[in-house]
């Protein structure tokens, strides 16, 4: 079974509207991290956040702001506003204890100017 | 940045040859981990490594090897490339668990003709 699920393969939007992109995890653990990486077409792997379980605080940094709900397993990324250099693809990941660090198959954004 | 580097950038082989792809760190850090990436497939761990002569398999070891005879060296060997194994390949490290995140290397993109 996949534990972490993007579901959004590809995703085109025009320059400055916002878009949300999708992240669903599956998890036994009462202590896990969730994190979100940005693959710009340079292809290096950039950390953007890491979230813990306890903390279901949303997060916001500049336009980028993420949604962490237990509830519903989740863990959406959205940008705000977006801009060209946001054009990349994102992975969302699982961390359950040191030994795994489970990786969805991400999302390539495409913003069009 | 953290110091990770990886070498060769990129490598075309034949299948059949061995092939070996080198991660280097000046962090000392302890945890060590090399991912493929595919379309589709997102990153999968190949071999991760708790220290000096401490390596364990990950989820798609098969037909690779790795060993690791310096804190600072990572090396992943395939045995005998296939077609299969054409793909991009990313060190990580992480100082302690990976609750804290990896920082990756830029990756090496491997052809198998």
């Known amino acids: 079974a996949q534990k972490v699920t993007q579901a959004q393969t590809e995703i085109s939007v025009v320059e400055k509207e916002d878009v949300t992109l999708d992240c669903v995890y599956e998890?036994?653990?009462?202590?896990?991290?969730l994190f979100w990486y940005k693959q710009p077409p340079s292809g290096e792997l950039v950390f953007l956040i890491r979230r813990n379980s306890f903390d279901e605080q949303n997060e916001i940094s500049g336009r980028y702001s993420w949604n962490f709900q237990k509830s519903t397993s989740s863990f959406n990324f959205t940008i705000t506003a977006s801009q060209v250099v946001d054009s990349a693809v994102y992975f969302c990941?699982?961390?359950?204890?040191?030994?795994?660090?489970?990786f969805g198959t991400g999302t390539s954004l495409t913003v069009i100017p | 940045d953290a110091g990770i580097t990886q070498s060769p950038r990129h490598k075309v082989t034949e299948t059949g040859t061995p092939v070996t792809l080198r991660c280097h760190q000046t962090e000392n850090h302890r945890y060590m981990y090399w991912y493929r990436q595919d379309p589709g497939h997102g990153l999968r761990l190949i071999h991760y490594?708790?220290?000096?002569?401490?390596?364990d398999k990950g989820e798609v070891s098969d037909g690779y090897s790795v060993s690791r005879s310096k804190t600072e060296d990572f090396l992943l060997t395939l045995e005998s490339a296939t077609s299969s194994q054409t793909s991009v390949y990313f060190c990580?490290?992480?100082?302690?668990?990976?609750?804290?995140?990896?920082?990756f290397g830029s990756g090496t993109r491997l052809t198998v003709v």
């Open positions: 990941a699982l961390s359950e204890d040191r030994d795994r660090f489970y």
């Open positions: 998890t036994r653990d009462t202590t896990y991290y």
């Open positions: 490594s708790y220290g000096v002569k401490d390596t």
């Open positions: 990580a490290i992480t100082h302690g668990q990976t609750n804290y995140g990896y920082t």
